[in-house]
Structures are given as C-alpha cells and as structure tokens.
C-alpha cells in the first residue's frame, strides 16, 4: 500500500510540474503572438506608409518621432542608446566580475566567502528605482564635477551614469555565473599547474579562467541581454530624448524607456503612436533572444574533463 501511495504521489508531482510547465509556454506563446500582431498593425499603418515602405523607413531614417506631427519611424536612436548604455554597463561589469569571482573561487576563505556574498545578493535586491535615482542624483553630479575639471560637459541626463549604475547593477548576476563557471574546473588542472611550479594567481588566470571560457562568455552575454532589457534606470537618469549618439555625456533614449514613456501617456489605445512601443519592444525581443541563444550556444560548448 505505500509503494502504491508513494506512486500516486510520484504521478501528482509529474503532472503538476508537466502543468506548469505547460503554462509558462503558453504564456511565453501568448506573448510573443501579442508583441507580432500589434507590430504587423504598426508596419501596415497608414500614418507609416504601409508595408514594405514602413519596414524601409523603420531601418533607414535615422530620427524617431512616432508620436510628433511630422513622423519620423527610425529605430536606430533607440537602438544606439540601448546598447551605448549596455555597453557602458558591460565595460565595468566584465573586469570586475572576473576578479571577484577569481577572488572568491580561488583565494578567498569560507568566512570571507560568507561575508562577501550576502552582500552580492543585497544588491541584486536593491530596487532598479532605487539605482536610477542613485544614478540621477548621486553619479551625475559626481561625474559633472570630475570630468568639469578636465573642460568636459556633462548633461543633466546623459549615457554614462545609468551605464555605469547599470554595470554595479548586473555585477552580482555575473560575478554569481562566473564563480560557477570556475567552479566547474576540475581540481586536477589546478593540482598539475602547481606541479609545475606555477604560484595560485598564475593558476588562475592562466589555467582555470581560459579553461572556464565558454561558461564565462555565457554568464556576459546574458549579464548583456539583462542590461538591453533594463527599464528603470535608464528611464530616469538617461533621459527622453532619442539621440543618435555615441558621446555618453550627452542624453539619450533606449527602447525600454521610449516604452515607459509613451506606455504612461494618454494615447488612444490601437493609435499609430500606441503601437510603436510594440514595434520597438518587438526589436528589443529579437535583440534579448539573440544574446540568449548565443549564451545558450556557447555554455554548451563548455569543456567537459
């Protein structure tokens, strides 16, 4: 009798979790089938030419002013100031992820790595809100004053300190996947290293890191997708002004904050305006999957020893 309890359970817990299952890709299906059926609506409106001469204009005009008089449908403002942002992000995210998780693989103790980490998570639980006010009142001014002395101006909202805000930001998330990614090195690689005469810190940049590479390039290019994806740090200290720009002292618009915008706006619902989120949020997908999948390639190219 309990063999036979013990398998009706066995069944419940199947089927709830096949259920669950279930209903995330029904919801992930519904999603993506409402994000394409509003932007077909976007590229075969007549506000925008119709279809193919909107698609046309979406990649080649180089101003985006869907909800002005005079409508201007290009992408690439957005575009620039999304992976601008990214990449600010990506720049302090990248070294200083690699060290700390060298650090806590390799050297540190049990009671540092104890003391370490709980901080990690804290940040990763700090509200994104609470980032970009941090950004907005506290890095920007700090940045007017350093580069001021050097003659450099910089905006009130600019690229440069959400990007910043956003690389500690993604920090805990990247540092978190790399560790694992060292961790799965075999300990024999280490012990041959030394063997040979190798101190710890040329063990670990020169035996374990490039052993490691693949679940490293992994753990970047989703701390990437996450900073693509990022909504409100970039929507307040970054601005609202959809500038083609490489310059990070000045303001720009990522797609996620042109979102929020016109997303809290009184639009009328199906106007022209109203779906040109859901053109931009379409792109921002294709983008998100795009590094996904790439991550996804690259960790199961992961050495197996």
């Known amino acids: 009798m309990k063999i036979e309890h013990k398998k009706k359970l066995d069944y419940l817990f199947k089927g709830f979790l096949i259920f669950t299952s279930l209903v ?148 805990p998330f990247t540092a978190s996947l790399v560790e694992d990614s060292l961790r799965g090195v075999p300990q024999y690689l280490r012990e041959a290293s030394y063997s040979l005469g190798a101190s710890k810190l040329e063990t670990a940049f020169k035996v374990v890191v490039p052993a490691a590479r693949s679940g490293i390039l992994s753990a970047y290019l989703l701390g990437a997708s996450r900073a693509i994806g990022e909504t409100m740090v970039v929507a307040v200290a970054a601005g609202m002004f959809p500038n083609l720009t490489l310059n990070p002292l000045e303001p720009v618009q990522t797609i996620t904050g042109y979102i929020v915008q016109v997303a809290l706006g009184d639009l009328p619902f199906n106007s022209f305006e109203y779906l040109s989120i859901f053109a931009a949020g379409f792109l921002l997908f294709i983008v998100s999957l795009f590094f996904n999948l790439l991550a996804i390639y690259f960790k199961s190219k992961i050495e197996r020893y």
């Open 24 to 171: 995330s890709i029904f919801v992930t299906l519904a999603i993506v089938i409402a994000l394409i059926e509003d932007t077909i609506k976007f590229f075969t409106h007549q506000e925008a030419g119709g279809f193919p001469t909107s698609l046309i204009r979406f990649f080649t005009e180089r101003e985006w002013t869907p909800t002005f008089e005079i409508k201007k449908i290009g992408i690439w403002p957005l575009l620039c100031g999304t992976f601008l942002i990214a990449f600010i992000a990506m720049i302090i995210s990248v070294p200083l992820g690699l060290v700390i998780a060298v650090y806590l693989s390799e050297f540190a103790s049990y009671r540092i790595k104890e003391s370490v980490k709980p901080w990690l998570d804290f940040l990763e639980a700090v509200p994104t809100v609470v980032y970009g006010y941090f950004a907005l009142l506290g890095v920007t001014p700090l940045l007017q004053w350093i580069l001021g002395k050097f003659g450099l101006v910089v905006e009130g909202m600019n690229a440069l300190s959400p990007g910043i805000v956003l690389g500690i930001m993604i920090l």
